[in-house]
């Protein structure tokens, strides 16, 4: 069993009360900014931009340090095409007969439907894949620890790091997702965890009217 190595903490920055409490509010204030988008322009976002919010959604924390994910970045408009097609293969069945009359009720309000365009217009699709198991350098198959706890935290990271940069999102989770290991060749190890939109806005988009849930119902002291 190899031993744990230690280093002294040198990224922590510590600030004073009054500063820690305007940091808060002012990240509440902009992601309270960030809403779920249908409606994507075409309008081309720079690699880079991805690449290191996707760098910031690896630094999350995993079971074991394991970091047990994949993000496969669709920008090819014929890729993007075949994906839309078979997600909406398997949201036909789930609007038309595999879904509950109750989860049909309960998506209502937000007029969600089979067709999703935005699979197809939006700049970048990202393919979150969470891996159960990965290999060590002899070839040894290793397992992997809170692989979809680890994989939630990663894809947090990610949509704050999309939206703090300037773009809008949109979680997908076509159920089942298994289409994606064969369009983006992953490994069997890997299981479609959240297929992630991201992108500009089209010129004039629309959202549903929604509320959050108050503090009160989400906090409890003790």
């Not at 940069?165 to 190890?189: C, Q, Y």
Request: glycine fraction near 4%.
């Amino acid at each position: 069993m190899p031993e744990a190595v230690f280093e002294p903490l040198t990224t922590y920055e510590e600030y004073p009360p009054e500063e820690m409490l305007d940091r808060a509010r002012n990240f509440l204030k902009e992601i309270k900014r960030r809403r779920t988008v249908r409606d994507y322009g075409s309008r081309p976002v720079p690699r880079e931009i991805i690449e290191n919010c996707i760098r910031a959604a690896g630094t999350a924390p995993s079971g074991a340090n394991m970091q047990p994910w994949h993000f496969a970045v669709v920008e090819n408009i014929e890729t993007k095409r075949i994906i839309k097609k078979a997600a909406e293969e398997e949201e036909q069945e789930f609007y038309n007969g595999r879904a509950p009359q109750a989860w049909l009720d309960a998506l209502a309000h937000l007029g969600t439907d089979e067709h999703k365009p935005f699979l197809e217009t939006a700049p970048y699709l990202i393919a979150v894949f969470a891996q159960s198991w990965s290999t060590n350098d002899k070839g040894e198959k290793v397992k992997h620890y809170y692989v979809p706890e680890s994989a939630g935290i990663a894809c947090g990271f990610l949509l704050a790091a999309l939206h703090h940069a300037g773009l809008v999102t949109l979680t997908h989770t076509p159920s089942p997702m298994g289409f994606l290991n064969e369009i983006l060749d992953r490994p069997k190890n890997e299981k479609p965890y959240m297929l992630i939109v991201a992108g500009y806005p089209a010129e004039q988009p629309t959202v549903p009217v929604i509320t959050k849930k108050s503090l009160d119902e989400i906090l409890s002291w003790k």
